[in-house]
């Protein structure tokens, strides 16, 4: 899965040492990311991504770019980092009070595995309790896993919101 | 709500100040809906969103459900989505490509132009009723006229023209169409639509409101200024840091660069004088550079300089428009309730132009006002702690009034701050608001700041 085939920017860099990460250790890494975004360890989450990662949220159903149509966010590294940058700021008045989560990660499944990554597939429910308000959050995950020197990398990340196309209030915490 | 009286209106806003009840009270907001959205000029859509006979939009003003339509003659229609039969709205999709619209209830259909086609069971009605009554139809809304592809409609059976009514705005609008090399814009990149709950007028008031960047900004701008520029981007993250860093301008920027200019009928825009050096250093951007051969193989090369030399910001059109030429980005602002407001934002691409300059409007996009966005998120913010504070009866009266002593008059027949800080744009609105909301006050009255200043415009007018 990835949005706009040929930009330079989408391409995987190959890993040469080992396989593709299995289901079983792919499950094990998306719920070791949730947590850390629930307990809102947000450099480490950024610290999960690849050097040239992108991080998509589209804003349409099936939306095919993140380069001619709005997203509800497309982060590309250099952003990804000041997004979460800005996360750790005592001035983000959007987070203050912060939003506390609970992610609920299930269905997964692989998709488009090669030699050297994996496409995962997976589903997501996403209470998040701000100021006397729950919200809820629901969708479909696309994560492309790379094995890095470090462990599994997250070379791109896509969700699609099942409502999406709603009118939200700010979205300030990465799903 | 008719125990409003105009009086009551008026003793809502002073000089300078505005009672906290204009932002609270429900039959205020009523009032508005009847008075405002019922008879002022409201955007409804571009006519590159129903280019083809059968094109239809869903749209709406106030709380009223609208179809856009272009019609089997090409012509653009204003329709109420609505059933002449049971009052059912007629269209449930946000928009498409037909050739009559249909009622899911009783089977009735209507011609693209709302009237009625065929209906069921017809000999079982009562003789009053007349399938060729033009009221037995999906009704068209009294006024809908366009400026340069920008499709207003009107309530009011009587009023204003559209181009009387947007006076010298019209020129943000040919600032924003001109940009185009081949002379014409194109809605395109997909709708956002942000939510909060506080009053609608917050939104406009927001947008030519230079002294907030600084402080309501500052978690995203510290975060830009501190960001590397040797971490990788695709080009989208260093357009969306350039402008957050752009929003830590200092006071002195705003103060001495930047102006507002307000014009009747409430419409205001913020801009900075003409500035070449920003055009310059833009031409290193070599889709910038292809750009500017297109518009000078249309324009020439001095008509061209002449339109990128305008460096309006947000451009407000009352009640409840905001633009950006030189992002080609559109916002209209919806009332829901009195403290609830959903704001559609629109992307528009400049035909003509290279590819790589609409996904700069897209990044632009994404930064000032996505949903997610790491600045529009404190905007919302913002405005829902208004809409909290406000429950407070504490601050009765509202300031308004920063930048008051230093209006002046504008050629065009308006008045300017004496630099972009000044709240002037919002003292404007008000007075806007009061002639629609009390209409039988004579403008001489409206309480105002300006004082003598209007009387200078006057002179000027003679």
Same mark, same amino acid.
């Given at each position: 899965?990835?949005?706009?085939?040929?930009?330079?920017?989408?391409?995987?860099?190959?890993?040469?040492?080992?396989?593709?990460?299995?289901?079983?250790?792919?499950?094990?890494?998306?719920?070791?990311?949730?947590?850390?975004?629930?307990?809102?360890?947000?450099?480490?989450?950024?610290?999960?991504?690849?050097?040239?990662?992108?991080?998509?949220?589209?804003?349409?159903?099936?939306?095919?770019?993140?380069?001619?149509?709005?997203?509800?966010?497309?982060?590309?590294?250099?952003?990804?980092?000041?997004?979460?940058?800005?996360?750790?700021?005592?001035?983000?008045?959007?987070? =203050?009070? @912060?939003?506390? $989560?609970? *992610?609920?990660? %299930?269905?997964?499944? #692989?998709?488009?595995?090669?030699?050297?990554?994996?496409?995962?597939?997976?589903?997501?429910?996403?209470? =998040?309790? @701000?100021?006397? $308000?729950? *919200?809820?959050? %629901?969708?479909?995950? #696309?994560?492309?896993?790379?094995?890095?020197?470090?462990?599994?990398?997250?070379?791109?990340?896509?969700?699609?919101?099942?409502?999406?196309?709603?009118?939200?209030? %700010?979205?300030?915490?990465?799903? | 709500?008719?125990?409003?009286?105009?009086?009551?209106?008026?003793?809502?806003?002073?000089?300078?100040?505005?009672?906290?009840?204009?932002?609270?009270?429900?039959?205020?907001?009523?009032?508005?809906?009847?008075?405002?959205?019922?008879?002022?000029?409201?955007?409804?859509?571009?006519?590159?969103?129903?280019?083809?006979?059968?094109?239809?939009?869903?749209?709406?003003?106030?709380?009223?459900?609208?179809?856009?339509?272009?019609?089997?003659?090409?012509?653009?229609?204003?329709?109420?989505?609505?059933?002449?039969?049971?009052?059912?709205?007629?269209?449930?999709?946000?928009?498409?490509?037909?050739?009559?619209?249909?009622?899911?209830?009783?089977?009735?259909?209507?011609?693209?132009?709302?009237?009625?086609?065929?209906?069921?069971?017809?000999?079982?009605?009562?003789?009053?009723?007349?399938?060729?009554?033009?009221?037995?139809?999906?009704?068209?809304?009294?006024?809908?006229?366009?400026?340069?592809?920008?499709?207003?409609?009107?309530?009011?059976?009587?009023?204003?023209?559209?181009?009387?009514?947007?006076?010298?705005?019209?020129?943000?609008?040919?600032?924003?169409?001109?940009?185009?090399?081949?002379?014409?814009?194109?809605?395109?990149?997909?709708?956002?639509?942000?939510?909060?709950?506080?009053?609608?007028?917050?939104?406009?008031?927001?947008?030519?409101?230079?002294?907030?960047?600084?402080?309501?900004?500052?978690?995203?701008?510290?975060?830009?200024?501190?960001?590397?520029?040797?971490?990788?981007?695709?080009?989208?993250?260093?357009?969306?840091?350039?402008?957050?860093?752009?929003?830590?301008?200092?006071?002195?920027?705003?103060?001495?660069?930047?102006?507002?200019?307000?014009?009747?009928?409430?419409?205001?825009?913020?801009?900075?004088?003409?500035?070449?050096?920003?055009?310059?250093?833009?031409?290193?951007?070599?889709?910038?550079?292809?750009?500017?051969?297109?518009?000078?193989?249309?324009?020439?090369?001095?008509?061209?300089?002449?339109?990128?030399?305008?460096?309006?910001?947000?451009?407000?059109?009352?009640?409840?428009?905001?633009?950006?030429?030189?992002?080609?980005?559109?916002?209209?602002?919806?009332?829901?309730?009195?403290?609830?407001?959903?704001?559609?934002?629109?992307?528009?691409?400049?035909?003509?132009?290279?590819?790589?300059?609409?996904?700069?409007?897209?990044?632009?996009?994404?930064?000032?006002?996505?949903?997610?966005?790491?600045?529009?998120?404190?905007?919302?913010?913002?405005?829902?702690?208004?809409?909290?504070?406000?429950?407070?009866?504490?601050?009765?009266?509202?300031?308004?009034?920063?930048?008051?002593?230093?209006?002046?008059?504008?050629?065009?027949?308006?008045?300017?701050?004496?630099?972009?800080?000044?709240?002037?744009?919002?003292?404007?609105?008000?007075?806007?608001?009061?002639?629609?909301?009390?209409?039988?006050?004579?403008?001489?009255?409206?309480?105002?700041?300006?004082?003598?200043?209007?009387?200078?415009?006057?002179?000027?007018?003679?």
């Amino acid at each position: 899965m990835t949005h706009g085939t040929s930009d330079a920017w989408a391409r995987l860099q190959p890993i040469a040492q080992s396989g593709a990460p299995a289901l079983a250790e792919c499950e094990r890494f998306l719920l070791h990311e949730a947590r850390l975004l629930d307990e809102g360890r947000f450099d480490e989450w950024l610290g999960l991504f690849t050097p040239d990662a992108w991080y998509w949220v589209p804003a349409e159903p099936a939306q095919v770019s993140p380069r001619d149509t709005i997203s509800l966010i497309y982060d590309d590294r250099r952003l990804l980092e000041t997004r979460v940058r800005r996360l750790a700021s005592p001035r983000i008045y959007s987070q =203050e009070p @912060r939003s506390r $989560t609970s *992610r609920m990660i %299930g269905n997964v499944t #692989l998709e488009e595995t090669d030699a050297a990554a994996v496409t995962v597939r997976s589903k997501f429910q996403l209470l =998040e309790y @701000r100021r006397e $308000t729950q *919200r809820i959050f %629901g969708g479909t995950c #696309l994560h492309r896993l790379v094995r890095g020197e470090n462990g599994i990398r997250i070379a791109w990340k896509r969700v699609d919101l099942v409502n999406c196309d709603a009118p939200h209030e %700010g979205l300030a915490v990465p799903f | 709500m008719s125990a409003i009286t105009g009086d009551d209106i008026r003793a809502l806003v002073r000089p300078g100040r505005v009672n906290r009840r204009v932002y609270t009270d429900p039959d205020i907001f009523e009032l508005e809906l009847e008075r405002i959205f019922g008879s002022a000029w409201i955007y409804v859509g571009h006519e590159s969103q129903v280019k083809n006979p059968g094109d239809f939009l869903a749209t709406r003003i106030g709380r009223k459900p609208l179809l856009l339509v272009r019609d089997a003659a090409s012509r653009i229609q204003l329709l109420h989505n609505q059933c002449a039969h049971r009052g059912s709205m007629v269209v449930a999709s946000s928009g498409g490509h037909t050739s009559e619209f249909r009622c899911c209830y009783h089977g009735w259909t209507y011609h693209l132009d709302g009237r009625l086609k065929a209906a069921p069971l017809l000999h079982g009605y009562p003789s009053h009723f007349d399938p060729d009554n033009p009221e037995a139809a999906m009704l068209r809304v009294p006024r809908v006229a366009s400026y340069r592809g920008f499709v207003f409609g009107s309530l009011a059976a009587d009023g204003p023209s559209l181009e009387d009514y947007l006076g010298h705005m019209t020129t943000s609008f040919d600032d924003m169409v001109d940009r185009a090399p081949d002379g014409e814009l194109e809605a395109a990149g997909g709708v956002f639509k942000h939510s909060y709950k506080a009053n609608w007028k917050l939104y406009l008031e927001n947008l030519c409101d230079a002294a907030h960047p600084l402080f309501t900004h500052q978690s995203s701008i510290d975060a830009a200024q501190q960001q590397s520029d040797a971490v990788h981007s695709d080009g989208s993250g260093e357009i969306a840091l350039r402008q957050m860093r752009q929003n830590g301008a200092p006071y002195s920027f705003w103060e001495a660069n930047v102006g507002i200019w307000t014009y009747p009928n409430g419409h205001s825009f913020l801009g900075d004088y003409h500035d070449d050096a920003k055009l310059v250093a833009a031409m290193n951007d070599p889709a910038f550079r292809d750009y500017i051969a297109a518009m000078e193989a249309r324009n020439g090369k001095e008509k061209t300089k002449r339109i990128l030399e305008v460096r309006r910001w947000n451009s407000n059109v009352y009640p409840n428009l905001s633009f950006t030429s030189q992002f080609q980005q559109l916002r209209v602002v919806h009332p829901i309730s009195v403290n609830e407001t959903v704001v559609h934002t629109y992307s528009f691409r400049l035909k003509g132009a290279p590819a790589r300059m609409f996904e700069n409007t897209i990044s632009f996009a994404n930064t000032v006002n996505g949903t997610g966005s790491l600045v529009l998120t404190d905007d919302l913010e913002i405005y829902t702690r208004i809409g909290l504070g406000l429950a407070s009866a504490g601050a009765e009266w509202l300031e308004i009034g920063r930048g008051f002593a230093g209006d002046l008059p504008d050629e065009h027949g308006g008045r300017r701050g004496k630099n972009s800080t000044s709240e002037i744009y919002i003292r404007n609105m008000f007075e806007a608001w009061l002639a629609m909301m009390a209409p039988d006050v004579r403008q001489a009255s409206v309480p105002s700041a300006r004082g003598a200043t209007l009387a200078s415009v006057a002179d000027m007018r003679r």
